[in-house]
């Protein structure tokens, strides 16, 4: 019975965080500098939640390392920045993970 | 063009989109499914996890937390901070979905992961998408919750089989989408200072308990951005 209610509270609280900013609907603005610090909201997540998994995929505990991740992740970002094509960047940069972690059996 | 047609054609290309993440998703999934059945959990209390929680970070914290008989409020106030960067994602969505009505808006939050963010937000940035993005986004979410669910039910029923899953790599597959859709916005000075100062402090803070490494990095990284873009215009003549 506790394990049930433990659980849907996880599931409600997880739930309410994310519609929090959808309640409100039409009836709230933002100021201005809020809308622009929201600018800056993707590329700070997506990077935050990159970092670790490029630089240290052995977990927190290990170091920043040269691995397949980063390889693969350098190959995609340079193509998606030079070329604008998210699907063919993200092709490349998993051949290169593959081939990388192929060649370096170490990981 | 035929509106149910329209739609029909969006759901696709919001799940289509999403396939990398869904690959990417796959082994936590079967992990999660194989430990939790581990850690002695009824299959009832593991898929409803997958089912209602939703959220893979805080899934497998809850499965160290329960095993180790933490209290209920001492598991929901994790859960709350581990999720705190899901409010981020509805604040930055919210213009695009303030116009519709609260079905619409309780389906998408309670859909809303890192996952779908990513390639929703990059859908939005083309403003085009902005009228007619929720059936997108929808599209995502379904793909995203159904995975999410099959590869849960795997990992209950075959999780021993697959002892080394993890080292597969295909988690990189989400990486790389991560990746592709940040690089190509890193073309300004306050861009690339967001995304290394985010990237820095998320590799300081990356032991830190409860995912506060991340609310760290992103909090860091959106005042850098903004601090810069101040500092550069007023250096402008």
Redesign the interface.
Known sequence: M??????????L???L??????????RVTFPA?LI?????????????????????PEG??GA?TLN??LA??LA??????RY?H?LA??AC??LV??VV?FLFPL? | MSKPLFIRQLLVAGARDTI?MLVGAAPFGVIFGSLAMSAG??VW?VL??SL????GS?QFI?IGL?GAGAA?PV??LT??VV????????????RF???LSWRW??A???W?T?ET??VV??HYANAENAAHGHWYYLGSCLAMYGNWFFWTVIGVVFGAAFPQLGGW?L???M????????????RNW??VA??V???????IG??WPYKL??MA??????AT??LL?RLLQRGAP
Request: charged share 5%; proline share 5%.
């Open positions: 506790t394990l049930l209610l433990t659980l849907l509270g996880m599931g609280l997880t739930w965080i994310r519609l929090s900013f959808f309640a409100l609907g039409e500098w622009e610090a929201l600018r800056y909201v993707p590329v700070a997540v997506l990077t935050a939640i990159i970092a670790p998994a490029v630089f240290m927190p505990q920043v397949p991740y693969g992740a995609t970002g340079w193509i998606s920045w604008q998210l960047s993200i940069g998993m993970f593959a972690r990981f | 990398p959990l009824p209390a409803l996890m209602w929680v939703f959220a805080s809850a329960l209920m598991i929901w859960t709350l999720n705190l960067r899901h409010a981020l994602y509805s604040a930055s969505l919210m979905v303030r116009h808006r309780l998408l939050s309670f809303l890192d963010y990513a937000q990059h790599g988690d990189f597959a990486v790389a989408t991560f990746v592709g859709i940040v690089a190509p916005l890193l306050p861009m967001t995304a100062v985010a990237g820095g402090v998320a590799l990356a032991h490494g991340l990095a992103a909090g860091g990284g959106v951005g903004m873009s």
